[in-house]
């Protein structure tokens, strides 16, 4: 990799990604733990159609999973090309590592659960390179065009 951005891009959205899968792995373990399925089939395989039932802590983690999803996957979109811009590496990785941490935060804040307003905060604080990025993006393509 010779975009030394996209490459600093690369790592963080990889660790994004993993933590999404860590979220689902946990996800499908509170399922196992609590008997909480969402579907008749896999219900009546662990035991009956009374585990075809909701569970609040199951509930939770899937909401953080699905808040993962609805954040992370327009960052991979959004950084990918920002990281074409070929921006100031620093202040791209400053952008790259305040998402990241918020996102972790904000999982952490969800699934433990940490005392509001927490998870909030982080959710803001990893909107503002979100935010800052799309600007650029905009700005880049407008003056450009």
């Not at 992370?72 to 990785?93: D, H, Q």
Request: glycine letters at 4%.
């Amino acid at each position: 990799m010779n975009n030394e951005v996209f490459a600093c891009f690369t790592f963080y959205s990889t660790l994004l990604v993993v933590k999404m899968y860590i979220v689902a792995i946990i996800t499908g373990q509170l399922r196992l733990r609590r008997k909480a399925f969402t579907n008749p089939e896999d219900a009546l395989r662990h035991g009956g159609k009374q585990y075809y039932r909701d569970d609040p802590d199951v509930e939770r983690s899937r909401r953080a999973h699905r808040n993962d999803m609805e954040n992370i996957f327009p960052f991979l979109f959004l950084g990918a090309v920002y990281s074409l811009m070929e921006p100031n590496l620093f202040v791209a990785r400053i952008h790259f590592l305040v998402f990241f941490v918020g996102r972790l935060v904000h999982t952490v804040a969800y699934l433990l659960p940490l005392k509001a307003p927490t998870r909030s905060i982080a959710y803001s604080i990893a909107q503002i390179p979100c935010g800052s990025i799309a600007l650029q993006i905009l700005f880049n393509v407008a003056t450009n065009w």
